[in-house]
């Protein structure tokens, strides 16, 4: 079997794959984005695998493929790069969230209109107890 | 529940059911003038209802956010129920309330922004040996640079600071590894705030084990050392020179600090 023939299934499987998600409304767009263009933009690299020679030719790459090996493993990096940047925001956001979650059950329960019992305690004689101790 | 009253204690707590009621009771007992705060991060046990049923205010956590984040919760709490006075106390018994005084009268003198209680200024008996003593002292000869006064117990978590810095710890308030101690300090420091320290001695803990191995002294040297070296090349969010020392905010609030505490004192 020819290299062309598994590349070019996997790069249009990949493609369909990423469109079926964007489809069900799984990817958000800023994500999705990314990934088309990238599925794009390898899709044609499948079919004709030496598409990319002359370019690693002239860039000092022995073979299109390392190219394409290479670009795909700094993209890799970026990547996931660009996902731990957003875990780091998502986890301030949702720091903020929790204190203000806190401060509001606070002043609910100062005021007098929030139970203030937590729902873990069974029994509350049992620390009236505890307390007086 | 804010009768007038100026000085809040905050007590990060995570599973200290058993020993915050007689922590509660002592600070209640010696100082009746302060409203304390039991900040409840996310624990499994009934801290909260504890906590409660002790006649403390308490702010609960959804879930764990560590001390830096529950310290940063005590600090909102205290600026938007208008404290002039913070003091971050240890939930597990550690710190004697019988040095809050000491603390609030360093603050009322007006030279200092944030008082730490340092455990190895003179009083007490408190030691450590080894790879986290050469940790520590290292901690302590950088940090007095940085702060430019003369600092020997750097991560010491008994600390009192006055509005200026609470509205300041309220906005910008490290949650990371030993944000609570070094980091806020450096960043403080690095805004112009004052640090100062006042000797304390420190009590054996009544709960919980203090971790102490070589190889762990080790990883928290090498730890120590990347929250310092990031602590100081961090830039510091622009809106916060709003709040530092030479603002207009800065000087208000100060000046109110300096009133209520004095009253504060002389009541006392």
Known sequence: MQLSVLTSITGVLVLGYILELLRRQQLREKYAAIWLAIGLLVAPLGFVPNLLDPVAKSLGVASGASLVLFTGFVLVLLVSLHLSWETSRLEAETRILAEDVALIRAHLVQQGGYPSTSPRTEDSGAIEAQVKS | ???????????????????????LREIQAQLPY???????????????????????????????????GAMRLGYRYAQQHGYDVAIQVDADGQHDPAYVPALLE???TGDADLVIGARFAGDGDYQVRGPRKWAMSLLSVVLSRITRTK????????????????????????????????????????????????????????????????????????????????????????????????????????????????????KA
């Open chain 2, 151 to 266: 600092l020997t117990d750097t991560t010491s978590g008994f600390r009192a600071c006055n509005r200026p810095l609470i509205e300041f710890f309220a906005r910008w308030y490290p949650v990371e590894y030993l944000g609570d101690t070094i980091e806020s300090m450096v960043g403080a420091a690095r805004s112009g705030f004052t640090v100062r320290q006042v000797p304390v001695a420190m009590r054996a803990r009544t709960t919980g084990r203090p971790s102490a191995s070589p190889l762990k002294a080790m990883v928290y040297l090498t730890r120590a050392g990347l929250v310092l070296l990031l602590a100081m090349i961090r830039r510091m969010p622009k809106e916060l020179k709003a709040f530092a020392p030479g603002s207009p905010s800065y000087d208000a609030s100060r000046r109110r600090t300096a009133e209520q505490l004095g009253r504060e004192l002389t």
């Open chain 2, 1 to 23: 529940m804010n009768d007038g009253r100026r000085v809040l204690i905050i007590l990060p707590a995570w599973n200290e059911e058993d020993g915050l009621p007689s922590v």
């Open chain 2, 106 to 108: 360093r603050l009322a």
């Open chain 2, 34 to 68: 302060v409203d304390t705060l039991v900040v409840d991060d996310g624990s499994t046990d009934n801290t909260a209802a504890v906590a409660r049923a002790a006649g403390s205010a308490v702010a609960q956590l959804p879930f764990n956010l560590g001390v830096g």
